[in-house]
């Protein structure tokens, strides 16, 4: 199953959090706080969305930062994914 989002909506996937101690000890990040990183699997059209002309600036592939408590979790094949609205994104990591 594909998503396709519509309007300005954009699907991401979210970064796995891990971290590693001094000595090289990776902690699985279950624990902790889930990051607001994630990878762009798929950009809507863009287009009119509430009577604004809306470009989508970002592109599939581009890892993201974006707002803590936006967007809906969607689980599909086993798989989690994220939908945002493009203004919810607040940085393109490069």
């Given at each position: 199953m594909k ?9 991401l996937k979210?970064?796995?959090a891990e971290?590693t ?6 902690l699985?990040?279950?624990?902790k ?5 994630a990878e762009?699997?798929?950009?809507g059209?863009?287009g009119?969305?509430d009577?604004?002309?809306v470009?989508m600036?970002?592109k599939v592939g ?6 803590k408590?936006?967007?809906?979790e ?8 994220i939908?945002v609205?493009?203004?919810d994104?607040?940085?393109v990591?490069?």
């Amino acid at each position: 199953m594909k998503l396709v989002p519509l309007g300005d909506r954009v699907v991401l996937k979210q970064l796995i959090a891990e971290e590693t101690t001094k000595s090289g000890i990776v902690l699985p990040g279950q624990s902790k706080e889930k990051p607001q990183q994630a990878e762009v699997i798929a950009v809507g059209p863009g287009g009119v969305v509430d009577g604004k002309e809306v470009k989508m600036e970002v592109k599939v592939g581009d890892n993201v930062i974006y707002s803590k408590y936006s967007g809906t979790e969607v689980k599909i094949d086993d798989e989690e994914y994220i939908i945002v609205k493009q203004n919810d994104i607040l940085a393109v990591i490069q």
